[in-house]
């Protein structure tokens, strides 16, 4: 599978799959730790997480198009509005979701399933009715667009170092939330023992509001991002949601250590079988892999050890 | 809530040529509807055949109506596509009630939604033949939906007007394939990059399934006959939205031509992301048979800017039935409607079938199917248009070069007509 290339082309390749990788792993990343959240801290299986993304590609689009006509000056800087629109707004809707219908079928974990499947499929038919079936092209500020030389055939592309970047202070910002916050430690412990957690003075349920609402934002900040790469239609979000889960299951539920090392195996070693195979294939054997591994480790690659 | 007995709107004017037809067939008309008393004397409807006379298969005509089906998905994934379909639908049989219908009964239409599930489509177009008994429908996108009616259609004798530019490989007495076959799209448009750009190499990309797959089989074919080189070849599934590997490969190997067949909302990854790993349209040739106009607003314009497509249809073409045609899809859609290939396809089907009905003099399918061929449609917006015996449409092959502002500029077509052939020896 190697024979044909010459050993700085091989080198090149190997540097240009590496990257394109991480550029993967970032998307995987920003996807699955809204839901490594929801799913991992609170078992709920929010099986609209991709609409929630889509919410916040939305709103990228009605912010770049408000700049565009309003305050074209500001254009370029346009994008971290949106980002934060989008956080707000699907944070907004998660949070009322929370209150309408998840809260109700808390140890119901199967029944979350059908529930936000079916909110997921009232929301892809709301986005059709508003917005209209066809897709929408966001426009991006001109310091997105391009790439950066590093070799005659190596370039790095600048969009792809923002979403990496983007990332990096995502997880940053949750894992300082979850870990350092007196916020976090009470999720942690609702989590854990929702009846003990309750008798120590926990408002339990302002804790799941807020901890949806978080989940459904940092999906709607992911959706802002994919704009820069993906299509933005009623049913895109369903495009995200099968990878998402993947990536979750395979890094073990409960944590996003767990979430951020499962990203990282999957998309490089789909990157790199990308090259030199098929694309379809390379899917194929990705998953095959990890059902594999599953199969020998239900739990996922990292476990939280928790007393039952 | 899936049934629609809506009729279409009758405010739409015709081609100008159409409502002047019309006007002279009610002048005709006048002095006999003068001289008869009572309800006969309808003006419009004056010389109308007796239904017996034009339905001897039971199906849904009355003395002043006959009834279609449009069978498209409005949800699900493939809505996104065919919604174009379904409006120039529409606008068609607007238009030709407006003319005084079809044998003098106003067309009404049941539309029924196939939701972007292939049994679906099966049940539904049932339902549209034997409870309905719909003189044709107009409907699919996906082979794989047309796959699935295409036995109901042959067992219930239905007709069905596919609008779709297509693998090829089929033929029935029961469609009528108003888009391009594969070699239609394909042999024309390499041959004119081969010509212009003298390239030599060849990259192939495309989605994962039946119709890109034949396709670029065809495109290798033709390539490598003309001693060329395909230098690489990769499908990817539907939906996927990583492209940074093929795009690394691609600038490795360096081909003339990007060869791309890639469907949906892929391709708004594609090319974004082609765009920023620095690949310029400009310098770099690439061919695609699958982004038309309404794929471009989801793609964004100057992502795109300066790739070339080869179809049969743009809305940018200049004559003077297209801007009939551009001006009256955007009088009943709405202004910031675009229009692509298959939504021109589209529009030709109730247009066709009725001239067929016509020629034929009866509704009946086993007679329409047998006049179908040679049928001629001069007042399509793709200029002109006739049906050959296989059930396909000679029609030209154009390239368009894509701009920045969503549309594309026609820098080539094809002398002649090209003849379909569904089933090409040696590209199989």
Redo the contacts between chains.
Sequence with gaps: MFEGYTLA?LG??FA??G??GL??FS?FVLMALGLAIIFGQMGVINMAHGEFLILGAYITYFTSNFFLNYIPALFSAYFFVAMALAFVGAGALGMLVEWAMIRHLYRRPLDTLLATWGLSLILQ?FY?SVFG???????LPEWL???L?VTD?I?V????LFVMALTLMITIAVGVLMYRSRWGKQVRAVMQNRVMAGAVGIDTERVDRYTFGIGCGIAGVAGSA?T?????????G???IVDTFLVVVFGGAQSLLGTIASAFVISQAQ?TM??FL???M??VLTLLTVVGILMLRPQGLFVLKVRR | MSSDHTPASPELNGPRSALRRRLLLGMAALPAATLLPGPLSRPAYAQAPATSAVNTTGLAVTDSTVRVGILHSVTGTMAISETGSVQAEKLAIAQINEMGGVLGRKIEFIQEDGASDWPNFAEKAKKLLVNDKAAAVFGCWTSASRKAVLPVFEQYNGMLYYPTFYEGLEQSKNVIYTGQEATQQILAGIDWVVKEKQAKSFYLLGSDYIWPRTSNKIARKHIEKNSLKVVGEEYFPLGHTQFNSVINKIKLTKPDVIYAIIVGGSNVAFYKQLKAAGIDLSKQTLVTISVTEDEILGIGGENIAGAYACMKYFQSLDNPNNKAFVQAFKKMWGESIVIGDVTQAAYLGPWLWKLTVEKAGSFDVDKVAAASPGIEFPQAPEGYVRVHENHHLWSKTRVGKAKADGQYEVIYETADLMEPDPFPKGYQ
């Excluded at chain 1, 066809?134 to 426009?139: K, N, P, Q």
């Excluded at chain 1, 592309?157 to 792809?160: A, S």
């Excluded at chain 1, 820069?228 to 895109?236: E, F, H, N």
Aim: glycine share 12%.
């Design positions: 082309e090149s390749i240009m799959q990257f394109a550029i993967l998307v038919q059709r079936a066809r897709e929408v092209g966001v426009e667009i391009g790439s030389p055939v370039e592309p600048i969009n792809g994919f820069m790469v993906g299509s933005t239609g009623p049913t895109s369903q495009l995200y990157s990308e090259f098929s694309g379809s390379a899917k």
